[in-house]
């Protein structure tokens, strides 16, 4: 808890007023997800199950369902925003602005808007957007491109705090949402294609104190430091560019990593810790309990950024309070968060040829022939590819199934090394990208929703679509998984069967997260639409030879969102 003095004398004594009428508490954030009326916590809990017990809306009711109002971002970028809702009001982000929103008419309460510097977008690599802001204590905490943190006061959107964590010049950028753990604000940091050493920083939620820092590349002298050569951490990537999860009773953060840099992994030979990798950290201090390693040496862009969900699993007649992770380099991780003992590691794509499995002994994979010829220089075909199995958008957890629902990916990509050469604020890579081309698959989908079992890395049931879903999913007491394609769906399946029951055309891709919340005795459901991010951007550069794919996201009109349906009243 923040002491009052000290909050005062952060924001002064008449913010104080408006602040206190709107506290959120550290138990109000853990209670989240069983509080329908509220969600307070980017993925709907502090265990990013991304599930509601809500059935008000369900597999009988869901064809009444829809759209009640529908709010502009006047924002033409990608939208991956997550809404969150406190006592009536909606607050949503985008790159530019923080909206705070009537959640039941839709219309607009305050906004919020960001002054960039021209420099802003050169090194931004993925996407220009925001995912979303975190709640506490009467503030609304949100990071922005130029890697800032900033403290908005919840009630009238007044400017609090501005705290910067890195520059642009140098190639940093944030575009994930803070993190609320143990009365701390955790912000992690974009960059790792620019050769920049990848970091997770703690603040002070009352004045943006800066607290601590955790650099995500261990230096020489550090556990770790030895599994770098010479001073490559030094550009070593590792970024931390999607939100962790936090367990308050083990007193944990759960944060991932990404890829390392370069991508060609000949030049910076060794484990590279903690590229591609799930950290375990302190929030008050950033000291790391544990860490994991999905991808050592990782040299395909199998960034592990993805969401660490929080669940109780039943293997072998044994419950594990564990994480599951469904990992960009196509297996499905499950895993003790007490103490980060790998539980199991199964693969959940069609087709995966980086590695032939992974070593349960050792935890490591088990190298396939494929990138044994890429570590000697040879170009060959990789599966998954650029994208991965599954990219940054977030899957759900269903507890009454026991399965994680995950749009996934079908895509290779030749990978051709290069040597390569650090220029500041350019790529830094190390692969040809005249023969970068993308690989689909000869019959069948090259993207699935799929039901997955957590533990085996079997699907239950899956969906194909032509153009890749690039949108999280969410499930629901009422049996259903919502989820948005990126030709402008926003849709509704049986969480049993996989059969679409309901769609929504939004009029662009949705790339966002769907959030659910009860107001007044009724059910609602909202969602970003806005299309963008990095298969907007470079789909059509590398695949012109899929021109059928090419032309349909030509089609796809930009123009930024907010959905929100109920089920019509009758």
């Known amino acids: ?81 997550q809404p969150l809702i406190y006592k009536g009001v909606m607050y949503v982000t985008t790159h530019q602005a923080t909206h705070a929103i009537d959640s039941k ?26 995912r ?21 006061d919840a009630k009238t959107g007044k400017e609090l705090w501005r705290s910067n964590a890195a520059s642009v010049k140098d190639s940093f950028s944030m575009t994930m949402a803070p993190l609320i753990a143990d009365g701390v604000v955790l912000t992690g940091i974009s960059g790792g294609e620019y050769g920049t050493r990848g970091f997770i920083d703690g603040w002070d939620p009352a004045t943006g ?8 590349t261990a230096a020489p002298g550090e556990k770790g430091g030895d599994t770098w050569p010479g001073d490559t951490h030094k550009h070593g990537g590792a970024p931390t560019w999607i939100t962790g999860t936090y367990d308050p009773d083990l007193g944990l953060v759960y944060w991932g990593t990404g890829n390392g840099g370069p991508w060609n992994a000949e030049f910076r030979k060794g484990d590279n810790l903690y590229v591609a990798s799930v950290l375990a ?13 999905f991808s050592p040496n990782s040299r395909y862009d199998h960034d592990a950024v993805s969401e660490n969900i929080l669940a109780d699993v039943t293997i072998d007649g044994k419950s594990h309070k564990a994480i599951l992770h469904v990992d960009r380099n196509g297996f499905t991780y499950v895993i003790d968060r007490a103490n980060g003992k790998l539980l199991s590691a199964e693969q959940y794509v069609d087709k995966l040829n980086w590695a032939d499995g992974v070593d349960m002994k050792t935890g490591r994979p088990i190298l396939s022939a494929a990138t044994k010829k890429v570590q000697a220089g040879e170009a060959v075909e990789i599966w998954p590819g650029v994208f991965g199995g599954k990219n940054w958008f977030p899957a759900s957890y269903n507890p009454k199934t026991g399965l994680v629902y995950s749009n996934t990916l079908e ?4 990978y051709a090394p290069v040597e390569p050469k650090f220029v500041k604020n350019a790529m830094y890579l190390g692969y040809d990208l005249s023969k970068f081309a993308f690989a689909f698959p000869k019959g069948g989908s090259s993207s699935y929703l799929r039901a997955i079992d957590p533990v085996t890395g079997k699907s239950k049931w899956k969906v194909g679509y032509d153009v890749a879903n690039w949108s999280g999913t969410m499930s629901t007491g009422g049996d259903l998984v919502f989820t ?85 009243e009758e």
């Open 1 to 81: 808890m923040i002491r009052i003095a000290s909050f005062v004398a952060a924001v002064g004594a008449a913010s104080l007023l408006s602040i206190g009428a709107m506290a959120q508490s550290a138990a109000d954030l853990k209670m989240d997800a069983s509080t329908p009326e509220n969600v307070l916590t980017l993925g709907m809990g502090h265990g990013q199950q991304r599930y509601s017990a809500l059935d008000q809306i369900n597999k009988e009711t869901v064809k009444k369902l829809v759209p009640v109002w529908n709010y502009s971002l006047n924002d033409a970028r990608g939208q991956e925003s």
């Open 105 to 130: 008419t839709g219309r607009q309460i305050w906004q919020h808007k960001i002054e960039y510097p021209p420099e802003t977008t050169r090194t931004v690599c993925c996407g220009i957007l925001n």
């Open 132 to 152: 979303g802001a975190a709640i506490y204590e009467g503030m609304l905490f949100r990071a922005t491109l130029d890697a800032n943190v900033i403290a908005l």
């Open 209 to 216: 104190r800066h607290l601590w820092r955790r650099f995500t």
């Open 281 to 293: 950290l302190r929030p008050k201090t950033g000291e790391i309990a544990w860490h994991y390693q």
């Open 411 to 414: 895509m290779g990509n030749v």
């Open 484 to 568: 948005g394609a990126l030709t402008g769906e926003f849709l509704a399946y049986d969480a049993d069967t996989g059969k679409k029951l309901w769609q929504f055309q939004t009029g662009s891709g949705i790339i966002g997260q769907p959030v659910t919340w009860q107001q007044d005795g009724r059910q609602y459901v909202s969602v970003a639409s806005g299309i963008g991010g990095a298969y907007a951007i470079y789909i059509p550069l590398l695949a012109g030879n899929n021109k059928e794919l090419v032309a349909s996201l030509g089609k796809i009109q930009p123009g930024g969102s907010i959905w929100t349906f109920a089920l019509i």
